[in-house]
């Protein structure tokens, strides 16, 4: 492939101060580096710790299929949940990992309608890491239902004319959650393929064996790069992300009206849409920039991923964050200007009662450590923004574990009161799905281009027809 | 390459985005119809360069998006309140308020299927035969260059009028695509 003669003119008009911004792509490299820098990650030997990851990994997830396989067997039992605590750690994971999907979502269709152009460098992999949650998302709410094969036959939870001749219930949220997490899987994969068809055509066209070439084309669906192909495509392009955004803004809403709809205090409130909306943007981006932070060093991408974006991310975690503290203190507030008894009881017992560790925990990691990122100090310290990253992705699984659990565990009659421990299960089951989430995204790693490449070429200067270094020339016409 | 191969196009190798914007122009304005320009990425302008009209792929988007709509809001209707109704605590068999959150996910789901199978069809794509594509230079289509491809099938192609105007916008490497 041609690594040579990249022409780009070394003397570069340097643009008004005003209008100048540290560029996205560092060191001005050219159109072919990129190409070769990103699909060398793909191409390359497979790295040593590459193989010690994905066994760790495997691992992990072969414990989880393990625990799933005895749950079936056994019955929701070996389980610690049980009346009145009914909902535990198997809906805690749910809300958890399709939060940790949103950001991806954000990443690449907000800010591709805000036209923010950083987002090039991050969405690719941001995409993937949503796919992959998800996956892992959609496990646990039909694993919870105990008697899976109900869950998973056509007619439960899809509408398919079965031999029970009845319907799914239309007026449950539950019902809903099928219809937008489904919904949001499927969008999110046509999305994330459509991004992918461009770069494939470039992993064909780098194909050395006849094996890669065929598969890499066979997705590519031909594409030669035509212009007119790209005005569609574009066109496509911009549509989804249109589309993608009341999506995204839709399914965590209506996640939350699993729990808003019922009348459980502690549950029944009108700020969960938007609360949960920004609390997954927030635990999404936690968990982007742990992926992401040990990506951009192993694979020496700094340049593409540079310290810039790392600060972006850095302040919408920030700004997400700001309205996850605002929404637990309005949580509070509306607790005690309500005026119901049962709904201040429910919010007292969440900060002082027996789960009050879960409850500061919670507060220390969402609404504290965020703004340890109104300083620049802290936003450009790599070591500094992953560990702030995994403080927010603990603190916001105890926050779905805190709604979730707190609100359950005493109800109307405290003869039943609770107090909910969870079983080695639950634990490994967990802990279990984040070695599928890794498997899924080392395998994207190794045979996908982790970044956006024609995209990054895009919002370079030389891709500008405009620029100086695009070919126009000096003198301001083109 | 076999001799007995039919010329196809005459394809030019630019550098840059600017050439080929200004190239783009030029071709446009000689008044041909059927060539193309291939990039490694979308180049912001070409597409009035080329006198290339609005994509018209919202249009699937909006067929998709109705249908998905009015599928979901007939579906619950249908299913809730005439073929298999289930009265619970006197709340209505079908109201549109409680059909939104589906009837919306289905709006959404179809609109993008339609988005992308309208994408598709409009660039006839998947096509994985085309004659740019066997070509050896035309790997860096995909890399770092970018190339402008006139068909011989255009009613104003000429060989030496045709490759002589390519050159004269800047065009290199001027070769022929065999089909």
């Known amino acids: 492939m041609a690594h040579s003669a990249h022409n780009v003119p070394t003397f570069v008009v340097a643009p008004p101060p005003e209008l100048e911004r540290e560029p996205l792509v560092h060191n001005q490299r050219s159109f072919g580096w990129i190409s070769d820098k990103i699909a060398g990650i793909a191409e390359g030997k497979t790295p040593t ?93 039909v694993i919870h239902t105990g008697r899976v094969w109900y869950a ?280 279990g799905s984040f070695g599928l989430f890794c498997t899924l995204f080392l395998l994207f790693m190794r045979f996908l281009p982790i970044i956006a490449i024609a995209e990054v070429k895009a919002v370079t200067p030389q891709a500008d027809p405009h620029h100086p270094l695009g070919g126009a020339k000096l003198g301001g016409a083109h | 390459m076999s001799t007995a191969a039919r010329p196809y196009a005459l394809l030019a190798e630019f550098d840059n985005p600017a050439t080929v914007m200004h190239a783009a122009e030029k071709i446009r304005d000689a008044g041909y119809h059927r060539w193309d320009v291939h990039t490694p990425f979308p180049i912001h302008g070409l597409d009035g360069a080329m006198g290339l009209r609005d994509s018209k792929v919202g249009w699937f988007t909006f067929i998709g998006g109705t249908s998905g709509f009015t599928l979901g809001m007939l579906m619950i209707w249908w299913m809730g309140k005439v073929d298999y109704a289930i009265p619970v605590g006197g709340k209505p068999l079908f109201s549109p308020i409680f059909a939104v959150p589906i009837a919306y996910e289905l709006t959404i789901l179809l609109g993008a299927f339609g988005t992308l199978f309208g994408m598709f069809f409009l660039n006839r794509l998947p096509k994985h035969y085309h004659p740019v594509l066997k070509h050896p230079r035309f790997r860096n289509v995909t890399h770092d260059k970018i190339y402008v491809v006139i068909e011989n099938a255009d009613p104003k192609f000429s060989d030496a009028e045709t490759r002589k105007l390519l050159e004269n916008v800047g065009g290199q490497h001027i070769e022929v695509v065999e089909d």
């Open chain 1, 152 to 431: 998973l036959m056509p007619g439960f939870l899809i509408p398919f004319p079965n031999a029970n001749v009845i319907w799914p219930q239309f007026r449950s949220p539950l019902l809903w959650d099928v219809f937008a997490v489904s919904t949001y899987g499927t969008v999110s994969l046509l999305f994330w393929f459509t991004g992918l068809i461009p770069d494939l055509a470039t992993m064909r066209d780098r194909a050395t064996t006849k094996l890669k070439k065929f598969l890499y084309g066979l997705f590519a669906m031909g594409w030669t790069g035509s212009n007119r192909h790209w005005s569609n495509y574009e066109k496509a392009y911009l549509i989804l992300a249109g589309l993608s955004t009341p999506l995204v803004l839709s399914v965590h809403s209506i996640v939350s009206f699993d729990f808003a709809v019922s009348q459980v205090p502690g549950w029944h409130t009108t700020i969960f849409p938007p609360y949960f909306v920004a609390g997954a943007i927030f635990s999404g981006f936690g968990m982007v920039l742990t992926l992401l932070i040990p990506l951009r060093s192993i694979c020496k991408l700094e340049d593409v991923i540079t310290t810039r974006h790392i600060e972006l991310m850095c302040k919408v975690i920030l700004a997400t964050g700001s309205m996850v503290g605002y929404a637990y203190g309005m949580e509070f507030f509306i607790a005690w200007y309500g005026g119901n008894p049962y709904e201040l009881y429910a919010f007292e017992n969440r900060a002082f009662g027996p789960y009050w560790w879960a409850y500061w925990t919670m507060i220390t990691c969402n609404v504290i450590s965020p703004h340890l990122f109104w300083f620049k100090w802290s936003r450009t310290r790599m070591w500094f923004v992953f560990l702030v990253s995994i403080v927010v992705n603990i603190g916001m699984w105890f926050e779905r574990f805190v709604i979730i659990v707190t609100s359950l565990h005493r109800d109307y009659l405290p003869s039943s009161w609770d107090y909910f421990h969870p079983t080695y299960v639950d634990v490994m089951t967990f802990i």
């Open chain 1, 49 to 141: 710790w590459w193989w010690i990851a994905l066994g760790i990994s495997v691992t992990g997830m072969l414990m989880m299929f393990g625990m799933i396989a005895y749950l079936i067997s056994t019955g929701v039992g070996v389980w610690g949940l049980h009346q009145p605590t009914a909902w535990a750690w198997d809906i805690t994971n749910f809300v958890f990992w399709i939060g940790i999907g949103h950001a991806g979502t954000l990443i690449s269709a907000i800010l591709c309608l805000l036209r923010q152009r950083w987002r090039t460098s991050i969405n690719r992999a941001a995409e993937a890491m949503t796919l992959f949650a998800v996956v892992c998302a959609g496990i646990f709410p």
